[in-house]
């Protein structure tokens, strides 16, 4: 083994796993795309500034978890904790925010936060997300919801739940703040740590301490939402009504609070019971005023982030990973054969079809048996004769059957060869 090895909380994504990424991000894409929602990619690191003034100096993730850093000017630059922030500052950069100007984005890519590595918990790891700006209309808020509840319904995924909550626009908040800290004071000295020092800076994060006596106190708390103005509970309760139109199941949980302060109005989140204690697959809500926060117009918006590195969890438990889709094993032995493979291969792909060609010059039986465990349909055979005689061998590996023709005939035949390969594809979803 070698001396180096990848820095503690990160990992490599290695064969058979890196298939279950490939494919949920094939189906995200698709999704997305369906639901006329466009890609955006920003920079993995951003002005320290846009984190600490978006998600709030007095969460955790600003607090303790930010990998920052000073460039050759000394300049403070941060690994992105997490990605609205970043889409936030690219829209108002680009001038993608204005009245009227509706933005669906969607992204995926690498978070960065210094927390104690776990299975499901890396210091970098992979969010995908999706964020609409521009819309105030609670439907925005169930279209996200949707989206998410969609995709991962289209993965496959089951014992899945979602809670749902209000936290109000900032005056709600205001006023459910200084409840809650009126209610917890008496409490300060049988809180634990961390929440104690919370209850001055952000009590909001109490309600969800993993703390058994806290979640003890918390329970008798004061709910945010009877402190919800009508304004406020008009629009929870549409949004609401418009998830159980869609055919969406949600339970209320008024404890629920999303851990960055840019948050108003709607959060949720989806849970698995197949992931224990890091149960939480999805979250997000609404977050109005965090385009004027950042310097830009004041713009209504709403999202979530998918934790990547849960959902691989999950789908790996749940199924064998996406075999990968090749079509011919190109097998060939001596030098003029081999010559001739490799120019056959190329021109196959031209062509658009899947090819492995065996580079090993190994024996034909080790090659064969390379083949078998290949997946593709269909194995091509280059020997010295056939090479002489510019043919190739044919084999289904589904049925058997085998046919000699020339290396022209073969190419030539491109609807005959997507034909069969669509029966062979269809035969091995049979037997499967």
């Excluded at 209309?137 to 949707?146: C, G, K, L, S, T």
């Excluded at 006023?175 to 909001?204: C, G, I, K, M, W």
């Excluded at 982030?305 to 064998?320: C, D, H, P, T, V």
Aim: glycine fraction near 8%.
């Amino acid at each position: 083994m070698g001396s180096f090895q990848s820095p503690r909380g990160t990992r490599d994504i290695l064969s058979p796993e890196v298939s279950y990424w490939q494919w949920v991000e094939a189906t995200a894409r698709t999704q997305f795309a369906q639901a006329a929602y466009r890609e955006v990619r920003t920079p993995i690191f951003e002005e320290t500034a846009l984190f600490a003034r978006g998600i709030g100096e007095a969460t955790d993730v600003v607090g303790k978890e930010m990998y920052t850093f000073p460039d050759r000017k000394d300049r403070s630059l941060t690994l992105r904790p997490e990605n609205t922030a970043g889409v936030v500052r690219a829209c108002i950069q680009h001038s993608l925010v204005a009245p009227g100007n509706l933005q669906r984005l969607w992204y995926c890519g690498p978070m960065f936060r210094y927390e104690r590595a776990q299975e499901g918990r890396q210091r970098q790891f992979h969010q995908l997300g999706a964020e609409v700006l521009g819309s105030a209309d609670p439907r925005a808020d169930a279209e996200v919801i949707a989206l998410a509840t969609d995709l991962l319904q289209r993965l496959g995924l089951s014992n899945l739940t979602m809670a749902l909550n209000s936290v109000g626009d900032g005056r709600d908040r205001q006023a459910y703040r200084h409840a809650l800290v009126e209610f917890l004071t008496p409490y300060h000295n049988d809180l634990d740590p961390d929440s104690q020092d919370r209850l001055s800076r952000n009590p909001l994060r109490i309600l969800d301490s993993k703390d058994l006596r806290t979640q003890a106190i918390v329970a008798d708390a004061p709910s945010i939402l009877d402190h919800l103005s009508p304004d406020s509970k008009s629009f929870f309760d549409r949004v609401q009504q418009s998830l159980t139109d869609l055919g969406i199941a949600f339970t209320l949980n008024s404890r629920l609070v999303r851990g960055l302060d840019y948050y108003t109005h709607t959060a949720f989140e989806i849970q698995s019971s197949d992931l224990g204690a890091q149960a939480t697959v999805c979250g997000g809500g609404r977050y109005d005023g965090l385009v004027e926060q950042l310097g830009g117009p004041s713009t209504p918006a709403v999202g979530w982030a998918m934790g990547l590195e849960r959902l691989m969890i999950l789908l790996q438990r749940l199924q064998e990973p996406p075999a990968m889709a090749l079509d011919f094993y190109l097998v060939s032995r001596g030098a003029a054969a081999e010559a001739q493979a490799l120019q056959l291969a190329q021109q196959l792909r031209r062509q658009d079809f899947a090819v492995e060609l065996d580079l090993s010059g190994s024996a034909f039986g080790k090659q064969f048996k390379r083949a078998a465990r290949s997946g593709a349909a269909a194995c091509l055979v280059l020997g010295d004769a056939e090479a002489e005689a510019q043919t190739v061998q044919l084999k289904w590996l589904t049925s058997g059957e085998q046919l000699s023709l020339t290396q022209v005939e073969l190419l030539e035949d491109v609807e005959g060869l997507r034909s069969r390969l669509a029966l062979a594809a269809a035969a091995l979803a049979t037997s499967a």
